[in-house]
DNA sequence: GGTTAGCACTCGGCGCCGACGAGTGCTAAC
DNA sequence: GTTAGCACTCGTCGGCGCCGAGTGCTAACC
C-alpha cells in the first residue's frame, strides 16, 4: 500500500462519513487536492477494490469502504487529534460537578458525548465498587431484623437487612469487630463475595442470621449484575441516513433493550486505551452495519467500568476515539482527584 | 347520536385501529353485519364527519376518527373487559417474584405491559417512600464521617452520609434517640422533609454536623426527584405504521429521554382509576399523533406511583385500558399484601 | 321518509418508460 | 506511468396512464 493509495482510501473514508454518498473518481480529484487526475485515481480505485479495501454497491456507482477499508482507516489513518480547547473546556465544566459520584459522574460523561458524537453511548456503571471497605456494622432493627452496614472508603454504603432469630447484641457486636478485622481494607466486591459464601459468619453464634445473610447476598450480586449497562442518545442514531429504514432501526433499540446484549457489546472494550470493532468484525446480527468505539476507565489504577460509542459504519473514528479517550481520561482523573 | 350511528362509529374505530387503513361504507356492510346496505352506512358516514366524529384523509378515501371520535369511543363505546384468564395467570406469575420490592415489582409489570400491549410503557417509581419510619440512628465511621441510617417498616433502608466536626458519641446517641421519639411511625418522606428543613437537629450540640446534613439531604431530594421516571418498549412503537417516518419517530423518542417531558406525562395519569388522553388534547408537540392511557396504583390507601401505555391515536383502548387496570390492582395487591 | 341500487366522478397508488447523469473501464496518445 | 476521450452501465426521477376503492347524488322502492 503506497502513500497515494493511502491518500486516496482516507479520502474516500474522510467523504463518505461526511455524505453517506459512495465516492467518485471526479469528486475525489475535486475535493481533495491529490494532484492526479480523475483516471489516474480510477485506476487506483480498481486496485484498492481488488484489495478488498473498497467495494462498489452496483457497477456504475462510487465506491464505499469496505470493513476492511475502515479497519486500516482506524489503524493507520485516522486522525486522533486532541480535542479542541473549547471541548475541553466543556468537557470539564460537564463533569465537574460530579466529582467522586461514581454514578452521576458517569452519566454526565454520556450525556456530554451524546451531544458531542451525535451517535448512541453506552455505559458501565460499577456495580460493585472496588472502593475499600472502611467499616462493617450490624445495626438491630426493633423488633426482629438486623441491617448489615457496609461503608466503603470513598463514602459509598451498601446495607442489607434480613430477618434476625434470637441474637444477643454481644453477638452482633463480636461479629462485626471479627468482620471488620478481617475485612478492613479489602475492596468490597471481596468483602461481599464472602458475605455471599457464607464463610465469614460460621463461628460467631449467629444462628441461621448468617445462612439468611449469606442468601440475602446472593440475590443482591444476581440483581446488581443484572442491571448494570445503560444507554442513552438513541434518537441520534435516527438521525443517519442509514437508519431511514425503520425495521432496522427497530432490530437495533429492540437488541439494545436487553441487558445481555449491552454487556456483551461493552465486554468488547478493554480495560485500557480505546478500541474499535466495525460492522461485521462481530457477529451479532442487528450491529451488522455499526462500529464501536470503546475503552474502559480506571480508578485508583484498577479497571472501574467502560464506555462506549455506537454509530453507523460510517463514523467519525477520528473524533469519536479522540473523545473516548479524553473522557475516560477525565472521568479516572475526577475519582482518583 | 342513535344506536346505529354509535354501533358504526365503533365499528369504524375498530377496524382503523386493526388496519390502520382509512375505512369505506362497503368494508363497514361485509365485516360488521349492521343490517343495512353500504349506501345507508354512507349517509350516516356523511353525518358522523359532519358532527366533527370522523375525518377523510381525501375525498376518495375512507375515513377515519377524529379526536372527538376517539374520544366517544373511549368514554361511551370501548369495551373494557376483564382479562382473559390465560392472561390474568400470566400476569400474577410475572409480578409473584418481586412481592414486596416496590422497584422491581413495578419494573416487571412494564415489562409485562409492554410485552402484551406492544406499546410504549412509561413508569415512575416512588422515590421516596411512603412507608413509615421505623428506625433511626446514627452509624459514626472512623476517622471523620457520620453515617444517617433510616429505616422503614417495609424495610427500606436509606443512608447519608456526611463529614462530622468533632462530636461526642453520646450527643449522636441523644439525638437519635430524640429523633427516634419524633419520627417514629412518620412517612419517611416527611423524615426526609423535616431533615432537609433542618429543624429536627438544631438543639443537640451536634455543632456544623447539623447543618451538612441538611444541606445533604436537599441535594439527595433534588436528585431523587430528578431520576424517578423510566421508559421501556420503544421499539415497539416502530412497529407502528404511524411511525414508519423517522422523523416522527425520532422527535418523539428525543423528547421521551428527558425526564422532565416523561414526568409531564405521567403526571396526567389520576391517582387512582384509568384515564385516557388522546391526540392533540394535550399541546406537547411530538405527542400528537399518541395517546397515553395512565393509572396511578396505591399502597396502603395512598398514591405511590404512575404507570401508562404510550401508543399511537389509534390504540386498542379496550385493551388497554383493561390492562393498565389489572396491572395497577394487581401492584397494589402484591404491595400491600 | 328511510333505504337502496345504480352511476358518474375523484383521487391516490402503482407500474411503465424515457431522459438524465454520475460513474466506470478501456484504449490510445502523451 | 499518466491522462484525455469515449462508449457503456445503471440507478434516479419525473411524467403518464391505468386501476380500483370509495364517494355523493339521484331515482326508484318499500
Redesign the pocket.
Known amino acids: 500500500m503506497d502513500t497515494r493509495k493511502r491518500r486516496i482510501l482516507q479520502a474516500v473514508v474522510d467523504d463518505y462519513v461526511a455524505t453517506a454518498?459512495?465516492?467518485?473518481?471526479?469528486?475525489l480529484a475535486r475535493k481533495y487536492n491529490l494532484g492526479?487526475?480523475?483516471?489516474?485515481i480510477?485506476?487506483e480505485?480498481?486496485d484498492l477494490?481488488e484489495q478488498g479495501y473498497l467495494e462498489?454497491p452496483?457497477?456504475?456507482?462510487?465506491?464505499i469502504p469496505s470493513d476492511k477499508g475502515y479497519r486500516f482507516y482506524v489503524d493507520y489513518l485516522a486522525q486522533v487529534e486532541e480535542l479542541a480547547s473549547e471541548e475541553r473546556r466543556r468537557l470539564r465544566e460537564v463533569l465537574d460537578p460530579y466529582r467522586g459520584e461514581v454514578g452521576a459522574l458517569v452519566q454526565a460523561a454520556a450525556r456530554f458525548l451524546g451531544e458531542a458524537t451525535q451517535y448512541l453511548v453506552l455505559l458501565s456503571v460499577p456495580a460493585v465498587s472496588r472502593a475499600r471497605c472502611r467499616l462493617v456494622h450490624f445495626l438491630p432493627v426493633p423488633p426482629d431484623r438486623v441491617l448489615l452496614v457496609l461503608v466503603a472508603e470513598d463514602g459509598q454504603v451498601h446495607t442489607t437487612g434480613v430477618e434476625a432469630g434470637p441474637v444477643s447484641e454481644e453477638a452482633l457486636q463480636r461479629a462485626a469487630a471479627a468482620l471488620n478485622e478481617q475485612f478492613h481494607g479489602l475492596p468490597l466486591e471481596e468483602v461481599e463475595r464472602a458475605l455471599a459464601e457464607g464463610l465469614a459468619l460460621g463461628a460467631f453464634g449467629l444462628g441461621d442470621l448468617a445462612e439468611r445473610l449469606a442468601e440475602a447476598f446472593n440475590q443482591r450480586r444476581d440483581r446488581e449484575q443484572r442491571s448494570q449497562v445503560c444507554v442513552g442518545g438513541a434518537p441520534n442514531l435516527l438521525r443517519q441516513p442509514e437508519f431511514r429504514d425503520v425495521e432496522k432501526a427497530r432490530g437495533l433499540f429492540a437488541a439494545l433493550e436487553e441487558e445481555r446484549v449491552l454487556s456483551e457489546l461493552l465486554a468488547l472494550a478493554p480495560e485500557e486505551g480505546v478500541s474499535v470493532a466495525i460492522g461485521e468484525e462481530w457477529p451479532t446480527r442487528p450491529f451488522e452495519d455499526c462500529s464501536l468505539v470503546s475503552s474502559g476507565y480506571l480508578v485508583g489504577g484498577r479497571p472501574l467500568g467502560r464506555i462506549g460509542v455506537l454509530g453507523p459504519r460510517r463514523m467519525e473514528y477520528g473524533r469519536v476515539m479522540s473523545l473516548i479517550r479524553e473522557v475516560s481520561r477525565h472521568i479516572t482523573e475526577m475519582l482518583d482527584g
Do not use: C, D, K, M
Open positions: 454518498e459512495p465516492v467518485g473518481s471526479v469528486t492526479i487526475s480523475p483516471a489516474t480510477r485506476n480505485l480498481a477494490e462498489q452496483h457497477a456504475s456507482a462510487g465506491r
